[in-house]
């Protein structure tokens, strides 16, 4: 029986592994590390006592790929909507609190509510620097095409560029923005609800795939590093791992769902983008629950070096976003600023230290940057039996969980298709 070999079990490959089987067709899955999830995983940390995400991940109405695949392995159950759609801001500078909340329909006359729209700011200002967005080209940042010098752009343009883009607005691709406010913004609240991964990563993305897989007889085999992979007569023949080689059939396909740099040391051809953006996720476990304003699970923080914070029961998570300029500093110093600014909103001491945890995804994604977007691969390489997966790739949609799932999917489609191209090519 044909073979789709699925290199990665991060949410990427998952999705294409599942998708794949989904399609009849049988599939293997190899895994360097010796868990699943990749970037978007939980694990029990000793120094908590607990188990944590090694990340914090939104999900948006929107995104119909990921709640496709968490239908797709059963798991609609570890998400949660927000209705209706709100987004919680508080400046720590002054001190201002308000919630961006989109209205239902488009065009989007919510702007024109001043209690629904970002304050001391007018509802034409958003009209003409959406239409600026719209007009952008595909070398500009965020910041050239709205310009910096107005509240909305620090209030809201920076803010969403930091969550979605995990790039700072001055170096972020206006045309990648352009696509997150057409997508979300301008199709109105329905398509801007909040999903929350209330169980967690790992009980929404990875463990349910996992029994997925394992019931349709896949199981991913760990700790299987891919060396190097062979090619002739335009076709993958041979995949390395350490232990030694596995032959490809020529019915097979394979799938690279791996980071950039890993699928560029495997495939210097997949040109994958080489310029990476750090996250800094601070969890803090505390003694009794905490909330945020209007008892919101997550908050937006202005004028602070914490752009984000989660809470769910007694952990508090607080994310740095485009923070390479952050990745080299002491982890007891990040603890020790992030808690001071995000304590007393809390409601708690900002000089006692709860019991923390420091995690530096140092290339959570790719830089979001005109060059680095343009340059984005497609799903088919140039071999007919070999594509690619990944955030990375030419998904149309930000380094995100969506992007990962869109990916899988994509991939999974063309590989089958190539399988059964191949069997049909045989059978002549």
């Known amino acids: 029986m044909p073979t789709i070999h699925v290199i990665g079990a991060g949410v990427s490959g998952l999705a294409c592994a599942t998708r794949a089987v989904m399609s009849g067709v049988d599939v293997a899955v190899y895994e360097a590390a010796r868990h699943a999830g990749g970037r978007a995983r939980s694990f029990h940390d000793e120094s908590l006592g607990c188990m944590i995400d090694n990340g914090n991940h939104l999900l948006l109405g929107v995104n119909e790929a990921t709640q496709t695949y968490l239908a797709d ?42 209690d629904r729209r970002v304050p001391n700011t007018r509802p034409m200002e958003y009209f003409r620097q959406i239409n600026k967005l719209r007009r952008a080209g595909n070398l500009e940042t965020v910041a050239q095409a709205v310009g910096t010098d107005s509240v909305l752009y620090e209030n809201l343009w920076q803010p969403i560029c930091k ?37 967690g990563l790992g009980a929404a993305l990875v463990q349910p795939a996992q029994k997925f897989l394992t019931d349709h007889g896949v199981q991913i085999r760990f700790k299987a590093r891919l060396r190097g992979i062979r090619w002739s007569d335009n076709r993958v023949t041979s995949l390395h791992f350490p232990e030694g080689m596995l032959r490809v059939a020529r019915e097979d396909a394979v799938v690279l769902a791996l980071s950039p740099e890993a699928c560029n040391a495997i495939w210097p051809e997949a040109n994958a983008p080489t310029e990476a953006q750090t996250i800094i996720n601070a969890h803090f476990r505390l003694d009794t629950p905490s909330s945020l304003p209007w008892d919101m699970p997550f908050l937006g923080l202005v004028n602070a070096q914490t752009h984000w914070i989660f809470v769910r029961d007694n952990i508090v998570s607080l994310t740095i976003s485009a923070g390479n300029n952050h990745a080299d500093s002491p982890n007891w110093e990040i603890a020790t600023k992030l808690w001071a600014e995000a304590g007393p909103v809390l409601g708690r001491t900002a000089g006692r230290l709860p019991a923390w945890r420091i995690i530096k995804e140092r290339r959570a994604t ?36 969506e992007g990962s799932v869109l990916s899988g999917f994509s991939a999974a489609s063309m590989a089958t298709v190539a399988v059964q191209t191949a069997i049909s090519e045989n059978a002549d």
Request: charged letters at 20%.
């Open 163 to 199: 969550a979605a883009l995990n790039t700072d607005a001055a170096e972020a691709s206006a045309s990648l923005m352009w696509t997150v406010v057409q997508k979300t913004f301008l199709r109105g609240e329905l398509a801007c609800r909040p999903w929350i991964f209330h169980k």
């Open 73 to 114: 392995i059963d798991a609609q159950d570890t998400i949660r909507e927000i209705r209706p759609a709100a987004f919680p801001f508080l400046d720590l500078k002054s001190g201002k609190r308000w919630r961006v909340r989109p209205g239902r329909n488009f065009p989007p006359t919510w702007i024109f509510s001043g």
């Open 366 to 401: 790719f830089a979001q940057i005109p060059s680095q977007v343009n340059a984005r691969p497609g799903t088919a390489a140039r071999i007919r039996n070999l594509f690619l997966a990944g955030d990375w790739t030419d998904t149309g949609v930000p380094a995100t969980v």
